[in-house]
């Protein structure tokens, strides 16, 4: 029998001109708009313990990353060297635009409509508005941030459909990357677009982050978080790269929507069972005020480092393969997951490894779970140790040169 429908929500098409979409939320789906939360514990914890980069906190686990990068095959490493060469002048763009002033004066009219077709227009699949939330701002971006910037464009960028279906391959990593490098383009015109407006603006992402951007995505009623740790919007999951625009224009803000999707990932859970790191947790927690599926950076880093940053999360995703319409309708009439069980959607290879179906997983050697955590400054300085103390008898071994190598590479870490 089918389920008893709660509320709908009603959302625009991926580009300007489609039609609207209008998703069932079944009753026994509902929750609350955007995330479960307290407030007060957001607040305590981002004040006590403040959120950092993880450029920053985890800079040892990241140059494993690109470590790796290196060591993959010729496709991969060309993939990655011309990505990372793309991307230098993007991010110094993005890092200016808040010194930029703007080129008209303001109307004082409501600029929302303006910018999100305009968005739409350049095409970014998702636009929405919301207040920046201070809480989420990094630690070492405190003092980079203006402050007088107080609302944030959300924007979601789709990458390519195919593509991704491979993940994790050197195709799917140009889906994500090449999404990157296109909203370069996208964003310096519509950096100018608010610009001339009358407003100020501060990019951030692609690639350069003051803060995490899910929140703030949930907040503008973009879409909700996923048992996979990403924002699941409406259209394409987590399929889309996601991107901010600070700015004082005048604008109205999105609400927050319960899509059903926080209590749907109980019921469905394939990325939790499809994991090659069993890096994603069944449960539900509290952590930092809100209530989440806890993923695990110690086990899932290291496959993202040494499997073209991994994804399966992402590509096994009914939301993204299918749409949420698809798959709330699908709830809706039979109680059951679209896609769920097949090897359409849970089916994944791992380079250099095998392909892996519904119910089977990859095995992995406890040394591919190595890696380096905290600051690249404080492992090296525990390497050195270890190496002194591995060598402290051994007259051959050139201390000096051990010195020299130690200092060299603390200098290239900072
Ligand atoms: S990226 Fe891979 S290892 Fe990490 S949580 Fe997703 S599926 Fe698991
Ligand atoms: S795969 Fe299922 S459980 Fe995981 S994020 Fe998507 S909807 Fe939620």
Same mark, same amino acid.
């Given at each position: 029998?089918?389920?008893?429908?709660?509320?709908?929500?009603?959302?625009?098409?991926?580009?300007?001109?489609?039609?609207?979409?209008?998703?069932?939320?079944?009753?026994?789906?509902?929750?609350?708009?955007?995330?479960?939360?307290?407030?007060?514990?957001?607040?305590?914890?981002?004040?006590?313990?403040?959120?950092?980069?993880?450029?920053?906190?985890?800079?040892?686990?990241?140059?494993?990353?690109?470590?790796?990068?290196?060591?993959?095959?010729?496709?991969?490493?060309?993939?990655?060297?011309?990505?990372?060469?793309?991307?230098?002048?993007?991010?110094?763009?993005?890092?200016?635009?808040?010194?930029?002033?703007?080129?008209?004066?303001?109307?004082?009219?409501?600029?929302?409509?303006?910018?999100?077709?305009?968005?739409?227009?350049?095409?970014?699949?998702?636009?929405?508005?919301?207040?920046?939330?201070?809480?989420?701002?990094?630690?070492?971006?405190?003092?980079?941030?203006?402050?007088?910037?107080?609302?944030?464009?959300?924007?979601?960028?789709?990458?390519?459909?195919?593509?991704?279906?491979?993940?994790?391959?050197?195709?799917?990593?140009?889906?994500?990357?090449?999404?990157?490098?296109?909203?370069?383009?996208?964003?310096?015109?519509?950096?100018?677009?608010?610009?001339?407006?009358?407003?100020?603006?501060?990019?951030?992402?692609?690639?350069?982050?003051?803060?995490?951007?899910?929140?703030?995505?949930?907040?503008?009623?973009?879409?909700?978080?996923?048992?996979?740790?990403?924002?699941?919007?409406?259209?394409?999951?987590?399929?889309?790269?996601?991107?901010?625009?600070?700015?004082?224009?005048?604008?109205?803000?999105?609400?927050?929507?319960?899509?059903?999707?926080?209590?749907?990932?109980?019921? %469905?859970? *394939? /990325?939790? !069972?499809? @994991? #090659?790191?069993? =890096?994603?947790?069944?449960?539900? $927690?509290?952590?930092?005020? &809100?209530?989440?599926?806890?993923?695990?950076?110690?086990?899932?880093?290291?496959?993202?480092?040494?499997?073209?940053? %991994?994804? *399966? /999360?992402? !590509?096994? @995703? #009914?939301?993204? =393969?299918?749409?949420?319409?698809? $798959?709330?309708?699908?709830? &809706?009439?039979?109680?059951?997951?679209?896609?769920?069980?097949?090897?359409?959607?849970?089916?994944?290879?791992?380079?250099?490894?095998?392909?892996?179906?519904?119910?089977?997983?990859?095995?992995?050697?406890?040394?591919?779970?190595?890696?380096?955590?905290?600051?690249?400054?404080?492992?090296?300085?525990?390497?050195?140790?270890?190496?002194?103390?591995?060598?402290?008898?051994?007259?051959?071994?050139?201390?000096?040169?051990?010195?020299?190598?130690?200092?060299?590479?603390?200098?290239?870490?900072?």
């Amino acid at each position: 029998m089918p389920k008893e429908i709660g509320h709908y929500v009603t959302r625009p098409g991926r580009r300007l001109g489609d039609a609207e979409v209008t998703i069932p939320v079944p009753k026994d789906l509902e929750t609350a708009p955007g995330i479960p939360s307290r407030d007060e514990d957001i607040s305590f914890y981002t004040r006590e313990y403040p959120l950092e980069s993880l450029a920053v906190e985890e800079s040892a686990a990241l140059d494993h990353m690109l470590d790796q990068q290196k060591r993959g095959s010729p496709e991969a490493v060309k993939h990655y060297e011309a990505h990372h060469k793309a991307m230098e002048p993007l991010d110094q763009y993005v890092r200016e635009t808040g010194t930029l002033e703007p080129t008209a004066e303001p109307t004082g009219d409501d600029v929302t409509d303006a910018i999100r077709r305009k968005a739409k227009e350049l095409g970014y699949g998702e636009v929405g508005f919301t207040r920046f939330d201070h809480r989420y701002l990094y630690l070492s971006q405190k003092r980079v941030l203006r402050y007088d910037l107080p609302h944030v464009i959300c924007l979601a960028y789709e990458q390519d459909y195919e593509k991704t279906q491979a993940t994790p391959s050197v195709q799917s990593e140009e889906a994500h990357n090449g999404s990157y490098e296109r909203m370069g383009a996208l964003t310096r015109e519509l950096v100018e677009f608010v610009r001339a407006l009358g407003y100020h603006v501060q990019a951030t992402g692609p690639s350069v982050n003051y803060s995490p951007s899910i929140p703030m995505f949930v907040n503008a009623g973009l879409g909700q978080l996923g048992a996979n740790g990403q924002l699941l919007s409406p259209l394409f999951g987590s399929w889309s790269r996601l991107q901010m625009i600070h700015t004082d224009a005048k604008v109205t803000y999105d609400e927050p929507v319960d899509y059903g999707i926080h209590a749907l990932c109980q019921v %469905c859970q *394939v /990325c939790v !069972k499809r @994991c #090659p790191g069993r =890096a994603l947790m069944r449960e539900k $927690v509290w952590y930092r005020g &809100v209530e989440k599926n806890p993923v695990s950076f110690d086990r899932c880093h290291p496959i993202v480092s040494k499997y073209l940053s %991994c994804g *399966v /999360c992402m !590509k096994v @995703c #009914p939301i993204g =393969a299918y749409g949420m319409k698809a $798959v709330m309708d699908h709830y &809706v009439q039979t109680g059951e997951i679209l896609g769920k069980g097949t090897h359409d959607l849970e089916g994944y290879s791992l380079p250099g490894k095998d392909y892996y179906g519904p119910d089977e997983l990859p095995r992995f050697t406890e040394e591919e779970f190595y890696m380096p955590r905290g600051k690249s400054e404080d492992w090296i300085l525990i390497e050195f140790r270890n190496k002194l103390m591995a060598t402290k008898d051994d007259p051959t071994v050139d201390k000096d040169a051990m010195w020299d190598e130690f200092q060299e590479k603390v200098e290239s870490a900072i």
